[in-house]
């Protein structure tokens, strides 16, 4: 069991940064594929990033590539998204998620545990 939960999100201006963490407790994170995720209002709930439990490997929405950077400490138990160049498409409430399973899936319905939400407005 894994509980995950989020912060860093808030307002900002279009072309500003945020960075997300994600802090999970319960047992043996880093055998866990971590995972962010983001629901705009009166949309699905879309893949964004992804990355794999202890060489780092990761995956990325083609939306996001270039901007964002997914990255985890396991010895702190948290994964971070570092979000760069923002865009008022990116308005949405961004959710970490773990999976059990093998690799970087952006398939919503493998992962095991969801955190909380945390909000992200970007201003025009």
């Known amino acids: 069991q894994v509980q995950l939960v989020e912060s860093g999100g808030g307002l900002v201006q279009a072309g500003g940064s945020l960075r997300l963490s994600c802090a999970a407790s319960?047992?043996?994170?880093?055998?866990?594929?971590m995972g962010w995720f983001r629901q705009g209002p009166g949309k699905e709930r879309d893949f964004v990033a992804a990355?794999?439990?202890?060489?780092?490997?990761?995956n990325y929405a083609d939306s996001v590539k270039g901007r964002f950077t997914i990255s985890r400490d396991n010895a702190k138990n948290t994964v971070y998204l570092q979000m760069s160049s923002l865009k008022p498409e990116d308005t949405a409430v961004y959710y970490c998620?773990?999976?059990?399973?093998?690799?970087?899936?952006?398939?919503?319905?493998?992962?095991?545990?969801w955190g909380q939400g945390t909000q992200v407005t970007v201003s025009s």
């Open positions: 990355i794999s439990r202890s060489v780092g490997i990761t």
């Open positions: 998620a773990a999976r059990a399973g093998w690799g970087t899936s952006p398939t919503r319905q493998e992962y095991d545990y």
């Open positions: 319960g047992r043996l994170f880093s055998s866990y594929n």
